[in-house]
Nanobody
Framework: QVRLVESGGGSVQPGGSLRLSCVAS????????VGWYRQAPGKERELVAS???????TYGDSVKGRFIMTRDDGKNTVYLQLNSLKPEDTAVYYC???????????????WGQGTQVTVSS
C-alpha cells in the first residue's frame, strides 16, 4: 500500500516562508506524476504544483514565482518551498502522486493526510 506523509505546515506571518515535505513509502512500481494541491475552507481543492515524469513543473497561477517544488528521489521525498506567503495561501496542503503498485496494475491517485498552513498577522 502506498503511503504519503506530509509535514512542515504551521502558522506564519504574511511575507514569511515554510517548507513542506512529503515522504512516500510502500510498494511503488512506477510514478507518472507528483504534485501538491491545497484546499481552503469552503473552496475546492486546487493545484499548487505538479511535476509529470519526463516533463517540467507546472505551478498554479496564484503561486507562480513564490512557491518552488523539488524532489529527492533517493529519499522518496517531495518538497514545496513556500515564500512570500499571503493570507490567501491559508489552506490544507496535500501531497499527491499518480502511480501504480505493479507492472500490471492501473495508475491511481494517492493522497497524503494533509498539513495545515495558516498565514496571519
Amino acid at each position: 500500500q502506498v503511503r504519503l506523509v506530509e509535514s512542515g505546515g504551521g502558522s506564519v506571518q504574511p511575507g514569511g516562508s515554510l517548507r513542506l515535505s512529503c515522504v512516500a513509502s510502500g510498494s511503488i512500481f512506477n510514478i507518472r506524476a507528483v504534485g501538491w494541491y491545497r484546499q481552503a475552507p469552503g473552496k475546492e481543492r486546487e493545484l499548487v504544483a505538479s511535476f509529470p515524469s519526463g516533463g517540467s513543473t507546472t505551478y498554479g497561477d496564484s503561486v507562480k514565482g513564490r512557491f518552488i517544488m523539488t524532489r529527492d528521489d533517493g529519499k522518496n521525498t517531495v518538497y514545496l518551498q513556500l515564500n512570500s506567503l499571503k493570507p490567501e495561501d491559508t489552506a490544507v496542503y496535500y501531497c499527491n502522486i499518480v502511480a501504480r503498485e505493479a507492472y500490471f496494475a492501473s495508475f491511481q491517485n494517492f493522497w497524503g493526510q494533509g498539513t495545515q498552513v495558516t498565514v496571519s498577522s
